[in-house]
């Protein structure tokens, strides 16, 4: 319990009010009154406010509830960040970038402001050989000395693919307010990583989703362990080629690219960007060759397996394209644009009832695709199906009022 006044007094009846503060927050819960404060039982816990913050207090029934985490949503990533030298790569939600690191993390990730609030997930990295249910235990000590009344809502370990992980929640106060934490633990050949999310206990539903999806996309490699010289080499050649990349000067990024792979030859980020950037200058084979050494370092990684599937597309071995995209969304289950290609290989096969399946999953993934709207009209259209087929193309048109295909498409259903 958080006391501002050091004696309690006689506690008088108690009653269900909301309390308005002169700070312009409200407190609602099971009042107690005291000499010169009020005892709030809250959903959260117990609080302490002085009499003289208070601006008045309106009755009202109260239930406690028992808090529970926030139904988690359906969420989508698309930010990339790999590091070779911290042995991992992770997935964000759309606009979240890379920013300065805060306190004792080695990465910190923001998402678009919010008001008066930025998101942030922190990074801690550390090498250890405690057991990792004792390593966590040390993280929820610290919360209960912070905290006596902290409560864990979530508190359990599971897998990430073949890697140890842990997960807790939890709600604690500071300075009367209340903040609600994810953290998610991860092990794997001595070496622990640690991704943290707080915010206050109000803001916590509307980001648990989307920073939960981003923690357990982490996928972890050997990390590199190179001479300060050839790390210091490798990141200011990788750093040169992704900006002649962003300036779509491909034959310059190629060239960093290529260097940066002599030095890390063992990395499979470095092929999967010599394979995409093969594929801006239309080498469609040798952006193939890059993407399959990638897979052969990693076989499980999906991107690899989607960017491989596309380029098969391209080279119209639709065949080929449908056993790389099936593995895509195998390994990536939340990544709607391999649904969304995996259909068009499945109708370029004539499978046309697995490409209409395919792709209303994709729909559901992501229902503002353009290429998932459009190609399960198509499928829907090749079944017969006018009906579903026209509002799939007018959905498409809602989302690019300029789609010429989905226009002529719409017309053809009409007739």
């Known amino acids: 319990?958080?006391?501002?006044?050091?004696?309690?007094?006689?506690?008088?009846?108690?009653?269900?009010?909301?309390?308005?503060?002169?700070?312009?927050?409200?407190?609602?819960?099971k009042v107690t009154r005291q000499k010169n404060?009020?005892?709030?039982?809250?959903?959260?816990?117990?609080?302490?406010?002085?009499?003289?913050?208070?601006?008045?207090?309106?009755?009202?029934?109260?239930?406690?509830?028992?808090?529970?985490?926030?139904?988690?949503?359906?969420?989508?990533?698309?930010?990339?960040?790999?590091n070779p030298f911290l042995g991992l790569k992770l997935y964000l939600p759309p606009n979240w970038t890379r920013g300065k690191s805060h306190g004792k993390a080695v990465c910190s990730f923001y998402g678009p402001t919010d008001g008066a609030y930025a998101p942030r997930i922190d990074l801690i990295y550390t090498s250890s050989r405690v057991e990792l249910g004792k390593y966590v235990a040390m993280y929820k000590k610290a919360y209960r000395d912070l905290d006596p009344q902290v409560m864990f809502l979530l508190d359990k370990a599971f897998t990430i693919r073949d890697m140890t992980a842990y997960q807790f929640s939890a709600i604690f106060r500071s300075g009367g307010i209340p903040f609600q934490t994810l953290f998610t633990f991860l092990e794997k050949d001595g070496r622990k990583w640690v991704l943290t999310y707080a915010c206050t206990h109000a803001w916590f539903p509307k980001y648990y989703d989307r920073v939960d999806a981003a923690m357990r996309s982490m996928r972890l490699y050997p990390a590199w362990d190179l001479p300060e010289e050839d790390k210091r080499r490798y990141a200011d050649l990788f750093t040169k080629a992704e900006d002649f990349y962003r300036k779509k000067k491909y034959r310059s990024a190629l060239s960093r690219y290529g260097k940066a792979a002599k030095i890390l030859p063992g990395y499979p980020e470095i092929h999967e960007s010599l394979?995409?950037?093969?594929?801006?200058?239309?080498?469609?084979?040798?952006?193939?060759?890059?993407?399959?050494?990638?897979?052969?370092?990693?076989?499980?990684?999906?991107?690899?397996?989607?960017?491989?599937?596309?380029?098969?597309?391209?080279?119209?071995?639709?065949?080929?394209?449908?056993?790389?995209?099936?593995?895509?969304?195998?390994?990536?289950?939340?990544?709607?644009?391999a649904r969304t290609n995996l259909g068009v290989a499945y109708l370029a096969t004539d499978q046309v009832e697995k490409a209409r399946e395919i792709l209303e999953e994709a729909v559901l993934v992501d229902p503002e695709s353009v290429?998932?709207?459009?190609?399960?009209?198509?499928?829907?259209?090749?079944?017969?199906?006018?009906?579903?087929?026209?509002?799939?193309?007018?959905?498409?048109?809602?989302l690019d009022p300029k789609h010429k295909e989905a226009k002529k498409a719409l017309n053809r259903v009409n007739k």
Not at 12 to 23: F, G, R, T, V, W
């Open 1 to 29: 319990m958080r006391s501002i006044a050091l004696l309690l007094l006689l506690a008088l009846p108690a009653s269900a009010d909301i309390l308005y503060l002169k700070n312009g927050g409200k407190i609602e819960g």
């Open 37 to 82: 404060s009020y005892l709030v039982e809250t959903d959260l816990g117990k609080v302490t406010v002085k009499k003289a913050d208070v601006i008045r207090i309106e009755k009202k029934e109260y239930v406690p509830k028992k808090p529970a985490m926030p139904e988690k949503m359906r969420t989508l990533l698309r930010e990339k960040y790999a």
């Open 275 to 337: 394979g995409r950037t093969h594929w801006r200058l239309k080498a469609h084979a040798k952006a193939e060759a890059a993407y399959r050494k990638a897979i052969e370092i990693d076989p499980e990684d999906t991107d690899y397996h989607y960017n491989l599937g596309v380029i098969l597309l391209l080279q119209e071995r639709e065949d080929d394209a449908v056993a790389s995209l099936e593995k895509a969304v195998k390994f990536g289950p939340e990544m709607g644009a």
């Open 371 to 398: 290429p998932a709207q459009y190609n399960l009209g198509l499928a829907c259209e090749r079944q017969g199906d006018l009906k579903k087929a026209r509002r799939h193309f007018k959905d498409v048109l809602y």
